[in-house]
């Protein structure tokens, strides 16, 4: 297994502080390499005849690119001190944001993005940035947050309908990854499925149901997501993760986010869907902005290898069953 490669965007309002120390304990126990991506910001350029205003221009370029170095090697450094296995490596293009952090995952296959919640979910000059980075990532997003769990709990959380192949491969990556991740780290995982997702209106209002046909077909729904979770709870136990499973009303990203304050977890695993089945993946950033807990996102498109690897039986077994 390689060093991962972890691709940290900084923006202006961003410093690296005690926010992101569950984030770095986990890559620092994996010697992880850390890329600081910040865009320099410098006049624009002049494409002009003389010699000498190119030569000019060529060093305020330069001297600019230096001194956001700097500032990236003194953030750097204040890290290192708490996280010395860490190792550091700076970028800072002309490009927007989104366009370096592209480029430089395609360019280092990289494992991680790193990033603050509330970015994206806050109303700060960046938010639509991060955003725009969260909505394009190729590779799983951690968003940090402030909050201090309460429990050592990770949740996982599969939101997508059940009767659809191409969303139960996807749920099959997060459970994957959320037991590793939990086995690893010698923590309780919780599965969670949200039922009905707020269709008892539907029933209601457009297929005239009363109100004792809806709760039998609420009972019948609940209890075929609780027998899928479970068949998944198997294949989590078997990478080492103390696994329990529950069926919630909360199908919403909003419900969701109001659970996770209850029960406090460590981390929240949920996935970006890029086909809108997902209700988490169609309301990402209602999740970072209400969850009390960081959260890994998964984005549809990916496979995250093997940077929550703690064993590979689940992903056996699992790809076993596809088979």
């Given at each position: 297994?390689?060093?991962?490669?972890?691709?940290?965007?900084?923006?202006?309002?961003?410093?690296?502080?005690?926010?992101?120390?569950?984030?770095?304990?986990?890559?620092?126990?994996?010697?992880?390499?850390?890329?600081?991506?910040?865009?320099?910001?410098?006049?624009?350029?002049?494409?002009?005849?003389?010699?000498?205003?190119?030569?000019?221009?060529?060093?305020?370029?330069?001297?600019?690119?230096?001194l956001k170095f700097e500032t990236l090697d003194r953030m750097a450094v204040q890290v290192q001190q708490r996280f010395p296995c860490l190792r550091f490596?700076?970028?800072?293009?002309?490009?927007?944001?989104?366009?370096?952090?592209?480029?430089?995952?395609?360019?280092?296959?990289?494992?991680?993005?790193?990033?603050?919640?509330?970015?994206?979910?806050?109303?700060?000059?960046?938010?639509?940035?991060?955003?725009?980075?969260?909505?394009?990532?190729?590779?799983?997003?951690?968003?940090?947050?402030?909050?201090?769990?309460?429990?050592?709990?990770?949740?996982?959380?599969?939101?997508?309908?059940?009767?659809?192949?191409?969303?139960?491969?996807?749920?099959?990556?997060?459970?994957?990854?959320?037991?590793?991740?939990?086995?690893?780290?010698?923590?309780?995982?919780?599965?969670?499925?949200?039922?009905?997702?707020?269709?008892?209106?539907?029933?209601?209002?457009?297929?005239?149901?009363?109100?004792?046909?809806?709760?039998?077909?609420?009972?019948?729904?609940?209890?075929?997501?609780?027998?899928?979770?479970?068949?998944?709870?198997?294949?989590?136990?078997?990478?080492?993760?103390?696994?329990?499973?529950?069926?919630?009303?909360?199908?919403?990203?909003?419900?969701?986010?109001?659970?996770?304050?209850?029960?406090?977890?460590?981390?929240?695993?949920?996935?970006?869907?890029?086909?809108?089945?997902?209700?988490?993946?169609?309301?990402?950033?209602?999740?970072?902005?209400?969850?009390?807990?960081?959260?890994?996102?998964?984005?549809?498109?990916?496979?995250?290898?093997?940077?929550?690897?703690?064993?590979?039986?689940?992903?056996?077994?699992?790809?076993n069953k596809e088979t």
């Amino acid at each position: 297994m390689h060093d991962p490669n972890v691709i940290v965007p900084i923006f202006s309002s961003q410093p690296l502080d005690q926010q992101y120390d569950q984030a770095f304990a986990f890559l620092n126990a994996r010697n992880a390499t850390l890329h600081l991506v910040a865009v320099n910001n410098t006049p624009a350029v002049i494409h002009a005849d003389s010699a000498e205003l190119r030569d000019q221009q060529a060093q305020i370029l330069k001297m600019a690119q230096y001194l956001k170095f700097e500032t990236l090697d003194r953030m750097a450094v204040q890290v290192q001190q708490r996280f010395p296995c860490l190792r550091f490596e700076y970028h800072a293009g002309r490009e927007l944001m989104v366009q370096q952090v592209q480029q430089l995952t395609h360019k280092l296959s990289a494992d991680l993005l790193l990033l603050p919640a509330h970015l994206a979910a806050s109303d700060c000059a960046e938010r639509d940035q991060a955003a725009s980075l969260i909505s394009q990532a190729s590779v799983p997003v951690w968003a940090v947050s402030a909050a201090q769990p309460d429990s050592g709990m990770i949740l996982g959380a599969l939101d997508i309908p059940v009767n659809n192949r191409h969303a139960d491969r996807f749920n099959r990556i997060l459970v994957i990854t959320a037991s590793q991740l939990a086995a690893g780290q010698g923590v309780e995982l919780l599965l969670l499925h949200g039922w009905m997702n707020g269709n008892e209106q539907f029933l209601k209002k457009w297929l005239r149901l009363n109100e004792m046909d809806i709760a039998r077909i609420s009972r019948a729904d609940k209890q075929q997501r609780l027998s899928y979770l479970k068949d998944y709870a198997q294949a989590a136990e078997l990478a080492g993760a103390a696994v329990r499973c529950q069926v919630s009303a909360a199908g919403s990203a909003e419900a969701l986010a109001e659970l996770c304050n209850q029960l406090s977890p460590q981390l929240v695993v949920a996935g970006i869907s890029q086909h809108g089945s997902g209700t988490l993946g169609a309301n990402a950033q209602q999740l970072l902005s209400k969850a009390n807990a960081d959260v890994l996102l998964i984005p549809e498109a990916t496979q995250p290898g093997n940077l929550f690897a703690a064993q590979r039986a689940a992903d056996v077994k699992l790809r076993n069953k596809e088979t």
